[in-house]
């Protein structure tokens, strides 16, 4: 669907297999239809499919897209991007704090093993070009895209302000309420969310795992994605106090159990989550 201008943005259903049964998702990935086309994100493996019959509709043909950016390097943003690279010869951007995981898949399925990680992502796929905090991606015209280095999800998770819009694209940046805690770091991700709070007159918030926002919801996704980290971190501080903090896995489970989220969903990438939490000090030293 059109947001605004020349910003697209297109909902793919996925699914990641639990032992509980499979886990509906969904994540965002945004096309940017310009005098350059420019690809936010690639979704989730076959995802390229969804994209490529968008673009279509639009008279647009694949091989038109030259620019492909990942925000960071989790399954349901880079599983249809070397697909998508091969198939457009597009060139691909991200954080250098990403680059490992998306040009080695099998390191990253080792070290962060997401369940279905290969039903998710195709195959590795080489950046071609570093993206730094606040560099600018021209899209020529007068339409380009500011970088902001905002980590916590992943070390080099990124954000893309478009100035002429007024529209921020925050991919997992901003934790929604009630959804799952996936983090690395709670302490960068409190920080994160005050620099995109920082943001003068947000119109329209693109987030990867929440419906377009605009207007005054924009900003209040920031402030309960604040209020969310601090609910989280007091979670963990109550049941680290009841369970033993030196079990990662049952501690997991009971955090959850206190944020009324299924403890079946309890698993070693949440469970990392809250042992940032256990780190991090007190919620004054997070500053929420």
Known sequence: MRIKGDIHALKIPFQVPTPGGDLP???YVFPIIG????????GVRRSEKIIFDYLKEMGIEPTDLSLLILTHS??????????????????????????????????QARERPVPGFFQLV??????????????????????????LHTPGH???????????????????AIPIAGD???????????????????????????????DPREGLRAG???????????????????????????????LCRRVLRELGIPEG???????RSFQSCLQAGTAQDLMI
């Open 180 to 210: 799952l805690p996936i983090f690395e770091d709670i302490q960068s991700s409190v920080r994160s969310l005050h620099r995109l709070k920082a943001l003068q007159n947000i119109e329209t918030l693109l987030a990867s795992w929440d």
């Open 220 to 250: 209040q996704r920031i402030e309960e994605g604040l209020a969310y980290l601090e609910r989280i971190h007091k979670a963990v501080g109550k049941s680290a106090q009841e369970t033993s903090p030196s079990d990662p896995m049952k």
């Open 25 to 27: 998702r969904f994540v």
């Open 35 to 42: 005098q350059e086309i420019c690809l936010v994100d690639s």
């Open 154 to 172: 992943s070390a080099g998770s990124i954000s893309l302000w478009m100035e002429k819009y007024r529209t921020l694209v925050s991919a997992d």
């Open 74 to 107: 989790h399954p349901d943003h880079i599983g249809a991007a070397a697909a998508i690279k091969r198939q457009t010869g597009c060139k691909v951007y991200a954080h250098k704090a990403e680059r490992a995981w998306i040009e080695d898949v099998d390191l």
């Open 122 to 147: 195709e195959a590795s796929v080489a950046v071609d070009s570093i993206l730094n905090d606040d560099d600018v991606v021209d899209l020529r015209g007068d339409l380009s895209l500011e970088v």
């Open 265 to 271: 969903l309890a698993n070693p990438i949440i469970a």
